[in-house]
């Protein structure tokens, strides 16, 4: 990956979850860090539950290196930013999700190592782990830190609504745009043959991502959370960081090597987003989100129900916009 493409990824992840966090009042995520239940689900689910499905699929299917350890990468880095983007525009709990992904990026920075060195080691030999890139790993962990922690000084700082409103809505473009960034990069690449892959290749790598998702769903909905708090925190366990594991795979492997290892973040990738949005719009209609089960879609996609339900709470608020009251003149 070029120094430009990896550059362009990483300025529209910042403004992603940058967008995503500075949408969220500062005051329901620092209730969301008092959500025991929810929080500790998230981390069991992140942390240990998903990269142990990983470590059974290349177990059991003897899955060979490029393959294997790029999927344990996957599966064992949570943080990623697109679950907020999904939250966003399906109108999960939004606040959950932020405070979900600030927290498993601040433990990935423990975790993922100790999850790769522990599962690698156990299935390979110690020199395949010794030629992971450890700084490719953690720095997308420093931009999604850096994002995060901007987006709530702004929200806490700036305290409008209307601020909110634009935030989420450059959170969004910047999404989209990562997405046909994404698409570019991988399609330019003579590395990523996604297609010419044996059929043990594509059920390895999706067989996590689904499995995950369906243990949330079961989990959140054992310990009785609020119905937008269950998808946040499904949504939460199944998006991983696919962005590290390519940064690996790029330095790790080559030739054919390469084009399998480039291949499982991408399809992982594809995976996610398919079942998600799947998903999401089934909660949506089921009344699991904050959007009304009867509006049009492109309505719930476009309308934030996160700031629109943070105005009915807190009515009077006074708009402050780059320190200037609502209704006042500079």
Do not use: H
């Not at 240990?48 to 470590?55: D, E, K, N, Q, V």
């Not at 997405?179 to 690449?189: C, G, L, M, P």
């Not at 594809?270 to 799947?278: D, G, K, P, Q, R």
Request: net charge negative; glycine share 6%; with cysteine.
């Amino acid at each position: 990956m070029s120094f430009l493409a990896e550059l362009g990824s990483s300025l529209l992840l910042f403004f992603l979850v940058f967008g995503m966090s500075a949408t969220v009042d500062i005051r329901k995520l620092m209730k969301q860090l008092r959500n025991r239940n929810a929080l500790l689900t998230g981390i069991t689910l992140q942390f240990i539950i998903l990269p142990f499905l990983g470590f059974l699929v290349v177990f059991f299917l003897g899955l060979s290196a490029p393959l294997g350890i790029t999927l344990l990468v996957v599966t064992s880095s949570p943080g990623g930013s697109y679950s907020n983007w999904w939250c966003s525009i399906f109108n999960a709990d939004l606040a959950l999700s932020v405070t979900m992904t600030t927290i498993s990026t601040l433990l990935s920075v423990i975790m993922l190592p100790v999850n790769l060195i522990l599962y690698a080691t156990t299935i390979y030999n110690n020199d395949v782990v010794k030629s992971l890139d450890w700084a490719a790993l953690f720095w997308s962990l420093v931009v999604v830190i850096g994002g995060i922690s901007s987006g709530l000084i702004c929200s806490a700082t700036i305290k409008s609504r209307k601020f909110n409103r634009l935030a989420n809505k450059l959170g969004n473009i910047a999404g989209i745009l990562l997405v046909i960034f994404s698409i570019v990069v991988s399609s330019s690449s003579q590395n990523a043959d996604l297609w010419s892959q044996p059929p043990v290749f594509y059920f390895a790598v999706g067989f996590p991502c689904l499995i995950g998702l369906l243990v949330a769903t079961w989990m959140v909905t054992y310990f009785e959370l609020d119905k937008p708090e269950r998808v946040a925190v499904a949504v939460e366990c199944c998006y991983q960081n696919t962005g590290i594991a390519t940064s690996v795979a790029i330095t790790m492997f080559s030739g054919d090597d390469l084009a399998t290892a480039v291949g499982v973040p991408l399809f992982y990738g594809i995976c996610e987003a398919t079942f998600l949005a799947v998903y999401c719009i089934y909660m949506w209609k089921k009344g699991w989100t904050k959007a009304p089960r009867d509006e049009n879609i492109c309505v719930v996609i476009a309308t934030s129900y996160e700031v629109q339900e943070q105005e009915m709470q807190d009515p009077e608020a006074i708009e402050v916009v780059l320190g200037v009251e609502n209704g006042g003149e500079l």
